[in-house]
């Protein structure tokens, strides 16, 4: 089993810049892909940035050159650095991994961070 919290959502005022982190812990083999989703209210949930184990990261065009998702192997942790928010922005965002269990590959999701951005 893979646990991932996040941590960095709060408020913050169009133009603003938020710092979101999440780190795995439990007991796998290894971490493979990891992202960042988000859902706003009353919308699906939607992809937002995703990052493979090597560092390729992909981006939604929404937040193309707005965010920027790192990851720290080491720590297990993905990071995502949002600038120049707008409204459209706020949702809650959800961390995503794909662990693998010594040839068993299973996706887990943290709980989620609230994320406001006000006008």
């Known amino acids: 089993q893979v646990r991932l919290v996040e941590s960095g959502g709060g408020l913050v005022q169009a133009g603003g810049s938020l710092r979101l982190s999440c780190a795995a812990s439990?007991?796998?083999?290894?971490?493979?892909?990891m992202s960042w989703f988000r859902q706003a209210p009353g919308k699906q949930r939607e992809l937002v940035a995703s990052?493979?184990?090597?560092?390729?990261?992909n981006y939604a065009n929404s937040v193309e050159g707005r965010f920027t998702i790192s990851r720290d192997n080491a720590k297990n942790a993905v990071y995502l650095q949002m600038q120049n928010l707008n409204a459209e922005d706020t949702a809650v965002y959800y961390c995503?991994?794909?662990?693998?269990?010594?040839?068993?590959?299973?996706?887990?999701w943290g709980q989620g961070t609230q994320v406001t951005v006000s006008s």
């Open positions: 439990g007991s796998f083999f290894s971490i493979n892909a």
């Open positions: 995503n991994c794909n662990a693998d269990h010594v040839g068993v590959l299973r996706v887990y």
């Open positions: 990052i493979t184990k090597s560092g390729t990261p």
